[in-house]
């Protein structure tokens, strides 16, 4: 062979270039790494699901006549690295020339430019082909502007892409619906069950178990829910529109005790190992709509495109914006650690427990789950963002580190001072009633601040606000917090700090 070609486990893109056309002289290789593996605790479902979906890829492009080699945990000449193995390939086959797809990662994406300035042969890199964006694009976008607001960017994406746009104006004549979305899941209605796969992965699983590779969460390996190739991807998509996009917006916001994923279209590990591109799933979702005027409305296929074009786009273009200087922020200088509770659900604070309970149990949760609920209490109590992230990182099936600290360090912890979101995102227990059933199955008291069994989430949220007033005293959209907490009498507002004070020091047996 002539060239080597490095496939990461998160480009599994069958429509790219590269595999256009069948050249002899092309070698490509995917390997299954302990460098991968062993980075974070990871779900014991998300190691399984990369394994597995590397093996499709792998067999697909045999089956298309490429050269390409597939190296297993298991084999004796693994070097666990990529560079390790690409090294010993390139030996082996006397490889003339090396080349690469930008990874999305910061860290793989020097430890491949570190090992091609080392080689004594060509290299060269290429597109990966899946996002709108490259890389630098949000970054020249907002190079003459103030803030790094989501929803220019998004208006400008519209625009750009020719997305909901009708002679040039936004379609149905506003760019956002929310106000139209967010609602609670009503007590007579009935949400569908999630669509799962029975994907066997006993073959991989038991090589993750051999390896001694410490992972988190629970498995079936005889029945894996999650898509594992292209046209399991293209079934969850077509599930999505044909049930689920009705509801997208409406419910978007809504959690329900027992609903692992309600209207939510659980595509973001299809999309995130780049076996369908967020263009494929844009032109589905924009189908649906114009195809059922009956059924699917404009606010639940905004809502939902608006994630893809928007936030998703967003967020990678911040992350080569702000790496790696955003790996240490930590605006708050939270120092606790993250309560030994995260790893097993078993706390007495309903919403928490279902929540991460759900996440053992499929490596997935929501949006909101993620961020008003176990992102909401990891702020509010004070948890260093190095542990939060090392948590969200490992344990979702979609969390690879570009879409993983965007959300978790910038969006949810506020880590980086308000650069992604202009206010933290807390909220007490008013909120959690407000958009979920969880109280309902509480030992702790929603409405109650400093009683017995008050609601943890009460007297942390204004500990919150308190303790960090010289940060946040002049957000002007927490003016109505500040002006709230100043009117309470000081002997309650003792009283909350001090009942959050002894939370606090209970924290993991709350
Ligand atoms: P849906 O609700 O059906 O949304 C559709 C798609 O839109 C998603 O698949 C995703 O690709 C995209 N999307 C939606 N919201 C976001 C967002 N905020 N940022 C980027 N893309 C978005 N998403 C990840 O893909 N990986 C992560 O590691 C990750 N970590 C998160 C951590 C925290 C603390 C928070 C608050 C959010 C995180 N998200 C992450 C964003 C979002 O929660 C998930 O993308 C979503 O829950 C995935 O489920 P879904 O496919 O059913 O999404
Ligand atoms: C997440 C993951 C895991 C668990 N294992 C592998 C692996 O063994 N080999 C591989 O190529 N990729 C793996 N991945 C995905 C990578 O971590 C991902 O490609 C990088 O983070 C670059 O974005
Ligand atoms: Fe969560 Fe508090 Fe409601 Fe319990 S009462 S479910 S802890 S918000």
Redo the contacts with the bound molecule.
Sequence with gaps: YHTLRLILGDQLNINHSWFKTTDDTVLYVLMEVRSETDYVWHHIQKVTAFFAAMENFYLELKKQNHNIVYIRLDDTDNQNTFSGNCSALIKKYNIRNFEYQYPDEYRVDKELSDFCTKLDISYKSFDTEHFYTTREELANFFQDKKTLLMESFYREMRKKHNVLISAGEPEGGQWNFDSENRKKIPKSHNAIPPYVFHNDVTDQHSRITKAKIKTIGRINPEQLVWPVNREQSLELLKHFTDNCLMF?GTF?DAMQSSQW?LY?????FS??SKMISPQEVTQAVIKAWRDNPDTISLNQTEG?IR??IG??EY?RGVYWLKMPEFEKVNFFSHKNPLPGWYWTGETKMNCLKQSIKQSLDYA????IQ??MIT?NFALLAGVHPNDVDAW??GI?I???QW??IT??RG??QYADGGAIATKPYTASANYIHKMSNYCDGCSYNYKEKTSENACPFNSLYWNFHDRNRAQLGNNPRLAMVYRLWDKMAPKEKAAILEKADCYLNQIESL
């Excluded at 939510?264 to 973001?268: D, M, N, Q, V």
């Excluded at 997935?364 to 949006?367: K, L, P, Q, R, S």
């Design positions: 997208f978007q994923s939510h279209s659980r595509l973001s999309l995130n939902f994630q893809i936030w998703r967020m997935y949760a929501h949006h993620r961020l992102g969200y990182l979702y979609d969390a690879i879409v993983e959300n978790t969006m949810s």
